[in-house]
């Protein structure tokens, strides 16, 4: 597209404290406030940029990706990259008689079931890699006929990851691709559930995967947790109670939502229940890289004496919310019975994602950014912890996470009874926005807890929230 006028973007003092690419994000969206950039305007092409501010390209791209995300800018294929017609200050709100709690009630500060940081996440690297994937597509003409299962180079590096890292042991067979976890419930609940069969699931719990088992036509029976996780005395009281247990499904590496951990007598336990009992272990581990500890969590089905078991694995927390790829590993016999329903709902996949994502872990991309992940995240979580203690100290109960993105908070007792409905709208009337108990993770109304993550939030948020919340215990 042709740009008539030099657009001069330089980088103000005030903004050298930041990171490059939140220096550019801030000088694009003050040209925006100044009317230096207008609604429609086309920004500069990524290496013009980078050869005006005399940084790398990536950084650009990292840059633009972030404004966006915020909606301050649009990109349009093989045209360009423009001012966005509604950027957030030109939003509007209809005034209405409650204008006031309306405008506090659009959510400032979010804190999502555990997701990481968008700005940290490598969007630039995979950007990168999906257009390189395009382009190899366009230049050799080529139709991408992918395997139900998902692509070959993919399921063979992720095996070998599972092999090496986690002590599962199988190939490229044992896995198929999904499109994260919610499809992988849903398959294998598909294949593997039928009305009449009980699944025993940890109670608070991860309501998505209930909703599944439910819809398959299996009853959902639920085992409490405490600090050492799934109580395995339930689990054997539903079985001596005569109930068709076809599985147990379980996060043992930071339960969901309370982050518990598994013991190891009780991983024992469950397994010998599972092996003596025939029915399956459902295994989801949502976060087994964000590992803050020193101790190495393995999964419950690298354990080689457990028989059934079906393992699921997701990219979301350790990657990117926009990396919707995850996978189910178990036996070849029930991922051939998966492979074939999803060639029904989802034939094709995402081959150009999938090879992508593969070219960031044959590269070392993918294994480099873990490796940064944990200590910008141990430094997010322990400055939490301090939040916490500052402002809500003899108020609230909890333990330090040794994996993932997320606090569980329990009140002290006194505190417990006022904790309800009104005031998690009150909260969310202050512009904060928690993943509340209740029906999010309880088989009833309300619960005795709230999950709070810090991985997708700042510093500054993290801290204006946690001292509005203050004033409502």
Known sequence: MLRPWNLNLKIEEKYFQLPIYKQIVETIIDAIHSGKLKQGNVLPGTRKLADMLKVNRNTVIEAYTQLEYEGWVMSKPRTGTFVSSHTPENRKVTPSPDFGRMRASVNKIVFDQGLPDISFSPMADIMREYKLVMKSIRKHKIHIFNDPAGYIKLRMALSQMLNHQRRIIGDENNICITRDGQMAFFLISQCLLESGDCVIVEHPGYRSAWDTFEHAGATVLYASIDTEGIIIDEVQKFINAGKKIKAVFITPNSQFPTTAVLSESRRRALIDLSNKFNFYVIEYDYCIDINYSENRLLPLCSDERLKNYIYIGSFSASVSPFLN????????????????????IDVNGDPIMERAFFNLIDDGTYTKHLKKSVPFYKYKRDFFEELLNKYLKDKITFIKPELGLSYWITLVEPLRESYNSYLKEEIIAKG????LMGSDYYNFDEGEGFLVSFGSVSEKNMEEAVRIMSGFF
Not at 432 to 435: D, F, G, L
Request: hydrophobic share 45%; no cysteine.
């Open 432 to 435: 904060i926005k928690p993943v």
């Open 325 to 344: 790829i995850g996978y189910v590993a178990g036996d070849q016999e029930m991922i051939k019975k998966i492979n074939a329903l999803k060639n029904i």
